[in-house]
């Protein structure tokens, strides 16, 4: 079985910074590409950021120059560091990750944590 395993949400004032961990755990091969999401409530998940394998990254416009994701691969971990944070960053945030499996690594499933909230007061 795979896990995702999130973990650095709270409470933060506008302006302050937060960092979000996710580790993957369980029967893994390797870890394809591996992003965060999130939902507001009442409004539809949206991607907020991901990394390659190999480390290239793409983030959603709203973010760009605040957040900074990336990746651990010995330790099958991502990282979301969040700086200057506004109130409307509030949302539930998930981690996704294409996880290969063994034994021949063939074989990929994608794989959701099960959320962190994020509160940004202002």
């Known amino acids: 079985q795979v896990q995702l395993v999130e973990s650095g949400g709270g409470l933060v004032q506008a302006g302050g910074s937060l960092r979000l961990s996710c580790a993957a755990s369980g029967s893994i091969f390797s870890i394809n590409a591996m992003g965060w999401y999130r939902q507001a409530p009442g409004k539809q998940r949206e991607l907020v950021a991901a990394?390659?394998?190999?480390?290239?990254?793409t983030y959603a416009d709203s973010v760009k120059g605040r957040f900074t994701l990336s990746r651990d691969n010995a330790k099958n971990t991502v990282y979301l560091q969040m700086n200057s944070l506004k109130p409307e960053d509030t949302a539930v945030y998930y981690c996704?990750?294409?996880?290969?499996?063994?034994?021949?690594?063939?074989?990929?499933?994608?794989?959701w944590g099960q959320g962190t909230l994020v509160t940004v007061s202002s």
């Open positions: 990394i390659s394998s190999g480390g290239s990254t």
């Open positions: 996704n990750g294409g996880v290969v499996i063994p034994p021949t690594g063939d074989m990929s499933l994608e794989v």
